[in-house]
């Protein structure tokens, strides 16, 4: 009797340990979704910035980084432009004077620096991010064909090598700055902006962008 007693009490204290199993499964459940989403969320935002710029940005959880940046370079360009650019320069020495006058096409490049810090924080909800990225900025101003040259010598001032030379960089320095002053950089931001939200759409993930000062 009493062996067949402890029958149907192992019966039961075996219904009531797989329950309590069950319950602790049912309780831990959230917690493990909530952590598969957040790694979710963190490879998907680094395969977006790897596919597209070629690095993986710093990401962050709250203040704490848990991945850091890596890049396979240290620029990007994603967009360029040619301009023509005009530069005239003059010198004058007891009354005699010299003239340099200079044109020349350049293909002025626009893209980022990956060198600068920027990174990416995940939250405030699930499946959302913020990239907090380096400005735009010119990156490569290169001469396109010949220069249009000429220059005129002063009676006892003439031009010199060192003339033209520094000449020639003033001249590369205002196609950098008109390729600053007009619309390049804001193509930069809106083409590479655009793509990366895009990509991380893809990936169900709601990615904001915020540009660093430069």
């Not at 790694?39 to 596919?51: H, I, K, M, N």
């Not at 293909?107 to 499946?127: C, H, M, N, Q, T």
């Not at 010949?146 to 960089?169: C, F, Q």
């Amino acid at each position: 009797m009493k062996g067949g007693g402890w029958g149907p009490a192992a019966f039961f204290l075996g219904i009531v340990i797989c329950l309590g199993f069950a319950v602790k499964g049912c309780l831990d459940l959230p917690g493990k979704i909530a952590a598969r989403t957040v790694t979710g969320v963190r490879e998907g935002v680094a395969e977006v910035f790897v596919d597209l710029l070629h690095v993986r940005p710093e990401i962050r959880e709250g203040t704490k980084v848990v991945w850091g940046q890596t890049s396979a370079r240290t620029e990007v360009i994603v967009a360029a432009k040619k301009i023509e650019v005009g530069y005239d320069w003059e010198h004058r020495w007891l009354g005699s004077r010299k003239v340099i006058r200079l044109t020349q096409t350049y293909e002025v490049k626009a893209g980022f620096d990956l060198g600068k810090s920027f990174w990416v924080e995940l939250g405030p909800g699930r499946g959302q991010a913020t990239a907090h990225l380096p400005a735009p900025e010119i990156l490569a101003v290169t001469p396109m064909g010949e220069v249009s040259y000429r220059d005129e010598d002063g009676w006892w001032n003439k031009v010199t090598d060192e003339d033209r030379s520094k000449a020639l960089a003033a001249l590369a320095g205002e196609a950098k700055r008109q390729g600053e002053r007009g619309p390049l950089l804001e193509e930069a931001r809106e083409l590479a902006g655009g793509r990366l939200v895009d990509l991380a759409r893809a990936k169900k993930i709601r990615l904001q962008l915020d540009y660093l000062k430069p």
